[in-house]
């Protein structure tokens, strides 16, 4: 059990190797993808997708804040001026303190407390910064686990079809109707009530990667199985049946690569939503505890000092998670938009 | 068509034979009925007494038809803080939300349908961009956020409007039910949660009446109306509308009963006695009996509106018949 604990606890050291590796490789894709495969480079760079791309400003623009977000928050160890899960940051006398500019600020301390601090003294655009971390972690895994259970529930419910698909979609449908809120609401107490307090805390991160990812899985599965059932009929899949190919082979080999692109279009739109889930999880309660907070557990601090007027310690991690979905939402329409054909033939 | 129905019922049946499942396991493991009827200070053979009292030692299976037999006769356990049985916590709280719900609904569909029509028959114009845009940002707000906002500006800042609990009540039907319609500072108590549950769900409706009212738009019929000379209005309202109705009120329907998971992000802002609020003190509290009944009854309401949404699809549809029919 100890050893679990040990593996799962999502330490400091973890997560930065994890967001580095990531950030490093998204960047090498980017330029090694211009130097090392000019051929592929241009054909991206000529499609359709790119050319409607530099005619909207609100994509660019979004794009742009997005990838501020993204970068700031992983490389948050090094730009923040605090480190906010650094026990000694704690300081109980500067609970509480106005952003630098108003009365009672810290302006000589800058760049600490620019935003004020927290109830228990920590610098606050730190915590936010971390917390922006946790929470993009948090919807990007759940994402993941989601787009991992739901393709395969989808693909095999879409290619074996009868009682499988029946049974399958039956379940989707159920799980759908009952909010995902809901259901990870439901799956997030029964954790907490299961594991208690002290240990859903320590694992709270993987905890609520898991909640999400299972309240959330179905709208995928449904995504996968529409395309399927219309890949299925086409010729190349009864080609590949009559040489002989066994089903698995066909469902990951043949079908899944045809049926990606309307996975991609919901997969921004669902991270947002993962990201709304999480939040509202730990406003209850439920979600990241207080010595690590996401910024939905921030909200949930500040809520308590909203009304004897400390309005800083809610107010800018609302709006610093509102511009993060809200940027992610308008991509994911720009990309529905332009990869529907149904869309853009009618339009 | 009865077919249909019954399959229809039959499939609720199911589920809601799924959730009393899970229901029965949550107590199961995590509850201890002993403990939570004697507390800790009572000695081992009173216990084990109670344990053969309780039917505890009975095989699983057993137990759990006593639950459901339970279940089915509205008994779901005592809740352990209020100290009386959980159904009748329930229904004491369930008024307050059904209010809030109810009262959401309205707003949503008031406000959705003329929207909706207006963006989708005029796609270019300003207003139906406007309108476009403050939905994205909506759906982009968590609910929580939104009650906070209107918390800080209209209570804390302006203070119009009050940001806690139901103000005065008028017991109606015996005290069964405690309206807040009734009164001003009921009403004025009423605004802010309304809109906040409001404001999560209207973006979702008007994107959903503007994109079934452009698809309809588009369809040969009413191509066959204007050529016919119809008044705009007339084609918009008689012809296009109608159809439009179909799908926002099967979806529709479905989403207002998720309207019930956000009561609980908005009840617990607001402090608004209902059953959201409810469910998260029972959470902190460890009152799993509560927990359970709270799950099988908001379970059974999900599953009665989608079946009453199927239903009437069926009746209105006749394709699902046809297939039911096979």
């Not at chain 2, 009446?209 to 309202?237: F, H, N, P, T």
């Amino acid at each position: 059990m100890e050893t679990l604990f040990f593996i799962l606890s999502w330490t400091q050291p973890t997560i930065n190797a994890l967001a580095i590796a990531a950030l490093s490789l998204f960047f090498l894709w980017m330029l090694g993808g211009r130097f090392l495969m000019p051929a592929a480079w241009g054909r991206f760079a000529d499609s359709h997708l790119v050319y409607s791309f530099r005619r909207d400003a609100v994509a660019k623009g979004s794009l742009g804040i997005l990838l501020v977000l993204l970068v700031a928050s992983f490389a948050c160890p090094w730009i923040a001026p605090t480190n906010p899960y650094d026990p000694a940051s704690l300081d109980l006398m500067m609970a509480q303190t106005p952003p630098a500019w108003m009365e009672g600020g810290e302006p000589d301390q800058l760049p600490a407390f620019v935003l004020g601090a927290d109830d228990q003294g920590r610098d606050l655009l730190s915590t936010m910064l971390y917390g922006m971390r946790v929470s993009l972690v948090i919807g990007i895994g759940a994402v993941l686990l989601q787009a991992v259970l739901g393709i395969a529930i989808g693909l095999t419910a879409g290619y074996l079809g009868k009682r499988v698909e029946m049974l399958l979609m039956r379940l989707a449908d159920v799980q759908l109707s009952f909010s995902t809120l809901l259901v990870a609401i439901f799956i997030g107490a029964m954790f907490r009530t299961a594991f208690g307090v002290a240990s859903y805390e320590r694992l709270a991160v993987p905890i609520l990667i898991c909640i999400i990812g299972l309240a959330e899985w179905p709208q995928y599965a449904r995504t996968v199985r529409a395309s399927v059932l219309a890949e299925k009929k086409k010729e190349y899949v009864e080609a590949a049946r009559v040489v002989g190919l066994p089903a698995w082979r066909i469902m990951l080999r043949h079908i899944l690569p045809n049926t990606l692109s309307p996975v991609l279009v919901i997969s921004t739109v669902q991270v947002a939503n993962a990201m709304m889930t999480e939040a509202g999880l730990s406003f209850l309660g439920f979600g990241m505890p207080v010595t690590q907070p996401s910024l939905g557990s921030l909200i949930n601090t500040g809520f308590e000092y909203l009304l004897s007027g400390s309005w800083w310690i809610t107010i800018f991690p609302g709006a610093l998670l509102v511009v993060l979905i809200l940027s992610i939402n308008l991509l994911g329409d720009f990309c529905r938009d332009v990869m529907n054909p149904r869309l853009y033939k009618g339009m | 068509m009865i077919a249909f129905l019954i399959r229809r019922l039959l499939q609720a049946c199911i589920v809601m034979g799924v959730i009393s499942l899970i229901g029965f396991s949550l107590r199961h493991t995590v509850g201890d009925p002993v403990r939570e009827m004697y507390g800790m200070s009572v000695s081992a053979e009173v216990r084990a007494e109670a344990r053969e009292r309780l039917g505890l030692n009975d095989p699983i299976i057993v137990q759990y038809f006593r639950f459901l037999k339970n279940a089915v006769q509205g008994d779901l356990g005592n809740s352990l803080f209020y100290q009386k049985p959980a159904l009748e916590v329930i229904l004491s709280k369930a008024p307050a939300t059904l209010e809030l719900v109810f009262t959401s609904a309205l707003l949503i569909t008031l406000l959705s349908v003329p929207c909706g029509i207006y963006s989708a028959i005029h796609p270019r114009r300003l207003l139906s961009r406007i309108i476009l845009g403050v939905s994205t940002v909506g759906v982009s707000v968590p609910v929580f956020f939104t009650a906070l906002m209107c918390i800080s500006l209209f209570s804390i800042t302006l203070g119009w409007l009050p940001s806690f609990g139901r103000g005065e009540l008028t017991p109606l039907f015996g005290g069964a039910w405690e309206t807040g319609f009734l009164t001003w500072s009921g009403i004025k108590h009423l605004i802010m949660p309304s809109f906040a549950l409001t404001s999560i769900m209207l973006p979702l409706f008007i994107r959903l009446v503007r994109a079934e009212m452009m698809e309809v738009l588009q369809m040969d019929y009413v191509k066959y109306a204007r050529a016919k000379g119809l008044s705009e209005r007339r084609i918009y309202w008689v012809h296009a509308f109608r159809n439009t109705l179909l799908p926002v009120i099967t979806v529709g329907g479905v989403q207002l009963g998720i309207l019930i998971a956000f009561t609980i992000l908005t009840e617990t802002v607001f402090n608004w006695k209902g059953l959201g609020g409810m469910f998260k003190e029972a959470v902190d509290r460890g009152d799993t009996s509560l927990l359970v009944a709270y799950m099988v009854v908001v379970g059974a309401l999900f599953v009665v509106v989608n079946t009453v949404v199927d239903v009437i699809y069926g009746m209105v549809n006749p394709m699902v018949r046809v297939v039911g029919r096979k």
